[in-house]
């Protein structure tokens, strides 16, 4: 059976073996592709083919250590004690076999003993010294190798390790305090500059997490452009650019981006099986494919998805205690919810079956108390409601810190779904001023999430706010939480707007032509007339809570 297609990139290194050289040009870019353990499964096939191969043990020992999407702070204490005592052996490895190998070869191994200097894992706040000197170290190489397009990346890789996901303030639109964001950007442009760059996997897969939670993430849609299909069975990879797909309001190219990703993650499910940490990864793209979808006012494309993203996370990886699995995707399980509510689906809500093992799936069970809770308060079923909303406080207080949705906290984003219920219910009931309030403060919540892509909350909570300003005829006040939803003024940062979704742009409409701005409404008109012809549903409103719909 032939290998997976992982395009053309290749690194010339010190080897005599044909075989170890093929095996260290796959591990190299799976670890492009963020696939660790099949990088590490490649460079130890290599190592078996050659044993005296200093960059196949200098390769385990980069693959299996932190990375963008896996710190040092989120390895338990297993996992760490484990990988401290595996990246610092093979590192010593690749150092006793350097003596014949390049110059900037032997650079680069010097620079992992630096990030892994000892063999033993002190306490995990300590490994961020490691970080800094792996990152100084580093540079010393890219300075030896200033036209090496692999050792910009990595280099690059190093500085944004530092602080994973805080390369920038996105209130101020400046690099965030402490971040080597100014120095991993020059880094990666000027390699990106060359024409060998212009088309590096590792190069443009850096460049989008460097520019996504910019002020300007449209300045490297041309980077994810050249991406796009360079590695075609790396889904990862493939799925990438619709990092920026979403900050830009192309959630149709979203959708077939991450349909790419999925059919090429399902080849190496195919090989490999769900019992693996890509499977995080697998479930990411699902999740963002689901995102997109919702967006569009695509509920079949999103249902579905749903069904692939549930199938993909069986309960057996969900007991793998480290690295600690339900904690890293169980989370993804609660995304059918989301999407029920989104398109207003509430008897299929209330059909739901409760998860058997209400402590594994913690979080699935908070957010279908959520979910029913919504459902019966907009039903009018008010007391029913309120017995959901107990019954979803006593679910989230059973929710571990340690339970994840990428980079946020369960617990943040169930703190969202508290204030949503709270409205939902009170303005169900009457308490408009009350419900309004609640609503508003699940706003506060949802704008200060810690930056994601997809963001921590699926559906963003001026949708149900605005819907309801416009049912209680508030028009002006719907009309400016519309347009900043959109981008159209300045309230929002860059990676908290939603441009041209359909939902937004209904009641934004809505908003303009019954307070007279009838210009302004006529060119609204002609987006939401495009963006209505791709959704599967009928838009009537921003949000479904909104139980009375006009169409002027």
Not at 224 to 248: I, K, T, Y
Not at 293 to 319: K, Q
């Amino acid at each position: 059976m032939n290998y997976y297609d992982l395009g053309s990139h290749v690194r010339r290194v010190t080897t005599s073996s044909s075989e170890a050289q093929l095996w260290f040009d796959r591990g190299l870019n799976w670890t492009f592709a963020f696939n660790h353990e099949e990088a590490v499964r490649c460079f130890e096939t290599a190592a078996a083919a050659d044993p005296d191969f200093a960059m196949a043990d200098w390769g385990v020992a980069y693959a299996l250590g932190p990375n963008y999407n896996k710190p040092w702070e989120f390895f338990d204490e297993k996992d760490l004690a484990g990988t401290v005592e595996r990246t610092h052996a093979a590192a010593q490895r690749a150092h006793a076999k350097a003596a014949g190998a390049t110059p900037v070869e032997q650079a680069l191994v010097d620079a992992l003993r630096a990030r892994y200097p000892q063999e033993r894992a002190p306490a995990v706040e300590e490994c961020s010294v490691w970080n800094t000197a792996y990152a100084d170290s580093m540079r010393a190489v890219h300075r030896l190798a200033p036209d090496d397009l692999d050792v910009a990346t990595l280099y690059a890789d190093a500085l944004m390790n530092l602080t994973p996901w805080q390369l920038w303030d996105i209130r101020t639109g400046t690099p965030a305090p402490g971040a080597r964001t100014t120095e991993a950007r020059a880094v990666l442009e000027q390699a990106l500059a060359t024409e060998a760059g212009a088309h590096h996997p590792g190069l443009l897969h850096l460049y989008i997490h460097l520019m996504e939670m910019s002020p300007t993430p449209e300045a490297a849609l041309s980077a994810g452009d050249r991406l796009r299909g360079l590695m075609p069975d790396a889904g990862h990879l493939q799925h990438m650019p619709s990092h920026l797909e979403v900050l830009c309001g192309d959630y149709r190219r979203v959708v077939s981006d991450n349909t790419t990703a999925i059919e090429a993650d399902e080849k190496f499910h195919a090989r490999a099986g769900a019992m693996n940490f890509y499977t995080l990864y697998r479930c990411h793209n699902l999740h963002f494919k689901i995102y997109g979808a919702m967006f569009l006012g695509r509920y079949r494309d999103a249902i579905d998805t749903v069904h692939r993203l549930e199938a993909a996370v069986p309960e057996e990886l969900l007991r793998v205690e480290s690295p600690p699995m339900a904690d890293w995707v169980e989370s993804f399980l609660a995304m059918r919810v989301h999407v029920l509510i989104r398109f207003g689906r509430w008897d299929d809500i209330l059909a739901l079956a409760m998860p058997a093992d209400r402590r594994l799936y913690c979080v699935s069970t908070a957010m279908q108390h959520y979910a029913r809770g919504v459902a019966f308060s907009a039903t009018g079923r008010i007391e029913e409601a309120e017995a959901e909303r107990r019954l979803f406080r006593e679910a989230v207080a059973r929710v571990p810190e340690t339970r994840m949705l990428f980079n946020n906290t369960c617990a943040d984003i169930l703190a969202i779904a508290a204030a949503m219920l709270d409205g939902e219910l009170e303005y169900r009931k009457g308490n408009h001023d009350a419900a309004f309030a609640a609503l508003r403060r699940s706003i506060e919540l949802d704008d200060g999430l810690p930056y994601d892509e997809p963001w921590g909350w699926m559906q963003p909570t001026r949708h149900a706010y605005g819907a309801l300003l416009l049912e209680q005829g508030l028009v002006a006040e719907a009309e400016a939480v519309y347009r900043a939803d959109l981008g159209l003024d300045d309230t929002l940062p860059r990676a908290q707007q939603h441009p041209a979704n359909v939902w937004a742009l209904h009641g934004f409409r809505e908003c303009l032509v019954r307070l007279g701005k009838d210009g302004e409404a006529q060119i609204v008109a002609q987006q939401l007339k495009i963006a209505t012809a791709v959704a599967d549903v009928p838009i009537e409103a921003s949000c479904c809570c909104r139980l009375e719909t006009r169409c002027d």
